[in-house]
């Protein structure tokens, strides 16, 4: 499950033994008006049709994810560039949580590539434009605040045991000082699974199969 805005040519270049595993992408959608995080990870089963699936989601997809296995038996939840509980959101999310000042952010210019990439990735994206013009195809306004206003008031306090938790170590958008218990990844970016996907090429079959 990619992050916020993403679509799942974001995992393009993981490449996993096909003789090993069987690949499935979930794309966003947009959410219905009053829908919660919990409910939307209710709507994305339908589109998970294995038994005790391993699921991976970065960033807002590794909360969706986490919400997921909520919901149905999973053998494994992997999160890349993300958080496992509220306690690990960075202080200007809690800021936002009790201020609301997130309701403010000028949402309507997600058509602006540059800022969209902002919020989704934490990084200024002049020089790869067109890169994240791929990336991030999903700019609707209500859909954006909704994924704004489920980050910053997600309630989970306590992480799903059978979850790993994979972290970069220069994450921007979830500054590693935050996180507990992670599989630390050096010089890791918020956007490292496009950009060190060899790492998780490398990495990724022996963690599942763990």
């Known amino acids: 499950m990619p992050g916020m805005a993403a679509n799942s040519s974001i995992f393009e270049n993981i490449s996993l033994p096909i003789d090993q595993f069987e690949v499935h992408f979930l794309d966003w959608t947009l959410p219905t008006k009053d829908m919660d995080i919990a409910a939307y990870a209710k709507q994305l089963i339908g589109l998970i049709h294995h038994k005790n699936p391993v699921l991976l989601g970065v960033s807002l997809g590794g909360i969706v994810v986490q919400e997921i296995a909520k919901i149905i038996p999973t053998r494994k939840v992997i999160i890349v560039s993300s958080v496992k509980s509220k306690n690990e959101l960075p202080k200007r999310m809690l800021f936002a949580r009790y201020t ?8 309507s210019l997600v058509n602006n590539v540059e800022l969209l990439a902002k919020y ?16 991030l195809s999903i700019r609707d306004k209500h859909y954006i605040d909704w994924c704004i206003h ?3 008031n997600w309630q989970q306090t306590e992480p799903s045991t059978s979850l790993v938790h994979i972290q970069g170590d220069k994450d921007a958008v979830f500054p590693i000082a935050n996180i507990t ?15 060190r996907a060899k790492w998780f090429n490398e990495h990724l079959p022996a963690i599942i199969l763990d």
Do not use: Q, S, W
């Open 100 to 107: 609301n000042i997130h309701k403010v952010l000028p949402t």
């Open 120 to 135: 989704a990735f934490g990084e200024t994206v002049t020089k790869r434009l067109a890169l994240y013009e791929k990336y």
């Open 150 to 152: 489920e980050l910053v």
């Open 181 to 195: 218990d992670c599989m630390k990844v050096k010089n890791g970016t918020h956007t490292m699974i496009i950009h």
